[in-house]
């Protein structure tokens, strides 16, 4: 059983602690299944990481009678071992603060996944001495993982990238993975970095390099939403303006990029649009026409199609849906739809 | 000579965990042992001070920036289902998992809560 935010904060309470005083994610941390497999430590330079990283390997080499050594393809380094009487344990997926404010979680609560350990053996390489010894810790391993980053980051991430792709005069066909992660690397995280870019665009490899396609539609879309999330409607006109002003050169603004995000109410004098997510409404086929319907009276196809597109399934169509919730009449030569029901 | 080899998961990055080191064993309330069990909850002020509530006991405790990164080797032994008609490689490898960057070091002693009236949720 997950705990709930309910129950952390009960706990917090029991602790006489104060909540305003933390931050707002918490890890609930859970041991995983017993052990997997042994595992070890192994404490290395920063540059000998970055080959791993880079997935390159490592061997250890040495005869039997002989001290170990650590081989990289060019170095060698002695291994020494450390151990520890303390308990050590892994956790997977952890945030520390430093990155906790900077992705601002959208649930502020983290659960653990299961994932395995048992014992730990600690093996430290370094330039510096000599003298090997393996030793056995105990720990035992912890998963978690991290949620959906909360949209306004998500920005912030697209608008680094954007402006990169501006300084540097490079086509949003062909965004070079390697050169971002180098360029914004000291920014943002580099996971975060080339999440935004999956989000936003496709990946490919030309030559041995990772390009990605950055898609128009998607970043149109992204900064309407930003725009529109800040006020309760706008004028249409104006809105149009801002908008095509807002999102990078070379890309063009067009109002069906917004289906099913913002709504135009093309009878209000001035005409205006406003953010009106999908997302945000109820699931159950009944709720969700009165939902719309108490919103607005009349809806022409076209507008409506977009908020129920998703409860189509293999035996709904929209047309289906539009016959079954819904009565027709014409208004101005139009077909448009309303409540079969009396809307309270 | 014996040959160890210590491979990647590839260039496609690595997974980046975190490392908790408490003094002291955690035990297990009932026979069953830890496996599935919460272990507590972790928390962080807003000044960045990780604590952790592990049953009736608070700890606080401190961000470490690892100068030298931990790798994080899983070893494993090829089983008779490696084998193939030129025979076993009977060779040992690690497999590195996870690189680790920070840990989380509690080296104070636990304070323990008193509770008067348990909360009901």
């Not at chain 1, 030309?206 to 992204?222: M, N, P, Q």
């Not at chain 1, 719309?292 to 709904?316: M, V």
């Not at chain 2, 496996?35 to 507590?40: D, E, R, T």
């Not at chain 2, 509530?53 to 990164?69: D, F, M, S, T, W």
């Amino acid at each position: 059983m997950e705990r709930t935010r309910a129950e952390v904060d009960a706990t917090l309470q029991t602790a006489k602690l104060d909540a305003a005083e933390l931050l707002p994610a918490a890890h609930c941390l859970r041991f995983g299944p017993a052990a997997a497999g042994d595992v070890c430590l192994l404490e290395l330079e920063p540059a000998l990481c970055g080959r791993l990283q880079a997935g390159h390997s490592l061997v250890i080499r040495g005869d039997k009678d002989e001290q170990a050594v650590l081989c990289s393809e060019d170095k060698t380094y002695d291994l020494k071992v450390a151990d520890t009487s303390n308990m050590l344990l892994f956790i997977p997926g952890c945030k520390i603060p430093e990155q906790l404010k900077m992705e601002e979680t959208h649930s502020n609560i983290i659960h653990t996944e299961y994932t395995t350990g048992d014992l730990l053996d600690q093996i430290q390489a370094s330039e510096e001495e000599i003298m090997t010894q393996l030793q056995v810790l105990n720990a035992c391993e912890i998963g978690g993982y991290w949620r959906i980053l909360e949209f306004d980051y998500e920005m912030k991430l697209l608008n680094h990238i954007t402006q990169l792709v501006d300084s540097e005069s490079w086509s949003f066909s062909k965004v070079p993975l390697n050169t971002c992660l180098q360029e914004l690397g000291p920014l943002e995280p580099e996971e975060m970095i080339e999440h935004c870019l999956r989000c936003y665009g496709k990946k490919y490899t030309e030559e041995g390099e990772v390009y990605f396609e950055l898609s128009a539609d998607k970043i149109c879309r992204a900064t309407a939403q930003m725009l529109l999330q800040n006020a309760v409607k706008f004028n249409l006109a104006e809105f149009q303006e801002v908008w095509q002003q807002s999102v990078p050169e070379g890309m063009t603004t067009r109002l069906d990029q917004l289906q099913g995000l913002a709504l135009v109410d093309r009878q209000s004098r001035p005409e205006i649009i406003f953010l009106l997510k999908v997302e945000d409404l109820p699931e159950g086929d009944q709720e969700r026409f009165s939902s719309l319907f108490s919103l607005r009276e009349k809806w022409t196809e076209e507008d409506i199609a977009p908020y129920i597109q998703d409860l189509c399934g293999e035996k709904q169509t929209v047309g289906a849906l539009l016959t079954k919730y819904a009565r027709s009449s014409m208004r101005n030569g139009v077909k448009v739809y309303n409540s079969r029901r009396p809307i309270s | 000579m014996v040959q160890i080899v210590i491979s990647s998961a590839g260039a496609g990055g690595l997974a980046e965990w975190v490392l908790m080191e408490l003094q002291g064993e955690i035990e297990a309330r009932h026979s069953t042992g830890l496996a599935g069990n919460l272990l507590g909850d972790l928390h962080y002020t807003t000044e960045g001070i990780p604590v952790l509530i592990v049953g009736h006991h608070i700890l606080y405790g401190k961000i470490i920036h690892l100068e030298k990164p931990f790798a994080v080797l899983v070893k494993y032994t090829p089983g008779e289902q490696d084998c193939d008609e030129l025979g076993c490689e009977s060779s040992t490898r690690y497999l590195v998992t996870a690189l680790i960057k920070n840990k989380i070091l509690f080296k104070t002693r636990p304070k323990p809560i008193i509770t008067n009236v348990p909360k009901k949720v």
